[in-house]
């Protein structure tokens, strides 16, 4: 089975970034960044720039910031006092044996003195595209102390993990998603109006019908996806934890289905049955914005009682998973974004991560101590430096 993997592997097609370029993102005033397409470590001090580089990358697979709340926050300070603030990001990429290059420009409009108005500006290939567009051009899994806060954080953090990774692999999803939220919005202002004049119920029969509609696909393909990512999951926690340790994935829809049931047939009656409870709300009760996921580890529920060890040991194996999960989906090699982990682990977890790594697959990774890494890995990858947003070998 190892060997059939191997050669499953060397057959994936080759993805990766050739050329990096930015302007006023975050602490970069200017980069112009080439890049192999296997290994590279960037080593530098804390706050100078190395997760900023990851989130630039991470933005222009996903159109999302990574840690910032807004757009308009990845603007460098500096330039946000010009006349008109913009940033630009733009990736020359190779994929399928053929360039492609993607770009987006934030550029940032004042209305009057205390307000203003952000643009996105997305292209690829040279032509203006959509961000559903943009989306799945380039995959990647980032891995990030940050993700911690997947077990132990609110569900609201677990349902946007689900989101970005079946967003990159499936475009409909994506599609679906954009919908169903522009629905939910519009169906909760009505909720609220009915919660206070006490209308008509009937207005909300539009609003539902395209909230199970959309909804139903989404649930359908976070079943299918989580079927996937836990049959993943259990092997590879297994080999981090010795054979210590069962780790079992289970998804926790808000629409509670049977295997033999139909998800539009069951969520209509279960929307149905919420209305009343919904109006006195003014809020919607049901549907994928309420779902969850839940970790059990030899039956305990790790999102309450995990430690900060199993917590690590849990998120690198989901994100091992989502590696797997990726290939499998897509025939090509997703980039890694490794941002400062191997602190996040011991020695032998560290081992295993560079061993996951393949030779013929790009990783970025960022770090403070090139200590942690071994003598082999450091032969293999290209070295550079940041100091101050500015990128040397």
Request: proline share 4%; charged share 30%.
């Amino acid at each position: 089975m190892q060997r059939e993997r191997e050669v499953w592997y060397n057959c994936l097609e080759d993805m990766h970034i050739k050329h990096l370029s930015l302007t006023n993102f975050r602490n970069y005033i200017r980069l112009e960044l080439d890049l192999p397409p296997h290994l590279t470590i960037i080593q530098g001090d804390n706050a100078q720039g190395k997760t900023n580089l990851l989130e630039a990358i991470y933005f222009l697979a996903t159109t999302r910031p990574l840690h910032a709340r807004t757009d308009s926050q990845l603007i460098n300070w500096s330039a946000q006092r010009e006349g008109i603030p913009f940033a630009r990001l733009a990736a020359e990429i190779q994929r399928g044996g053929a360039p492609h290059r993607i770009e987006i420009a934030l550029i940032k409009k004042m209305l009057m003195p205390e307000a203003a108005r952000l643009h996105k500006r997305i292209k690829v290939d040279g032509v203006e595209r959509r961000a559903l567009d943009l989306i799945g051009q380039v995959n990647v899994v980032i891995f990030s102390p940050q993700d911690l806060d997947l077990i132990s954080g609110p569900p609201q953090l677990r349902r946007h993990y689900l989101d970005a990774t079946i967003c990159q692999i499936d475009p409909q999803y994506c599609r679906a998603l954009n919908r169903y939220n522009r629905i939910l919005k519009q169906r909760n202002y009505l909720l609220r109006q009915l919660q206070v004049r006490r209308g008509d119920p009937g207005q909300l029969s539009f609003w539902d019908e395209g909230l199970i509609e959309e909804g139903s696909y989404l649930i359908a393909q976070r079943q299918e996806i989580l079927a996937e990512l836990k049959e993943l999951i259990h092997g590879i926690h297994l080999r981090l934890t010795g054979e210590r340790e069962r780790l079992h994935l289970i998804y926790q829809p808000s629409v509670k289905i049977t295997a033999d049931q139909r998800i539009t047939e069951v969520f209509a009656a279960q929307l149905s049955q919420a209305r009343t409870k919904e109006m006195q709300q003014g809020l919607s009760l049901l549907g994928p914005h309420r779902d969850d996921m839940r970790f059990l580890a030899d039956g305990v529920d790790m999102n309450l009682y995990a430690s900060r060890g199993q917590r690590r040991t849990i998120t690198l194996s989901l994100r091992l998973a989502e590696i797997e999960l990726m290939r499998g989906r897509t025939g090509e090699q997703p980039i890694l974004l490794l941002d400062d982990v191997m602190s996040e682990l011991d020695r032998d977890r560290r081992r295993h991560l560079m061993a996951t790594i393949g030779r013929d697959q790009q990783a970025i990774i960022t770090t403070t101590d090139l200590d942690r890494f071994t003598p082999d890995f450091l032969t293999r990858v290209r070295l550079l430096r940041v100091r101050e947003g500015r990128i040397e070998a």
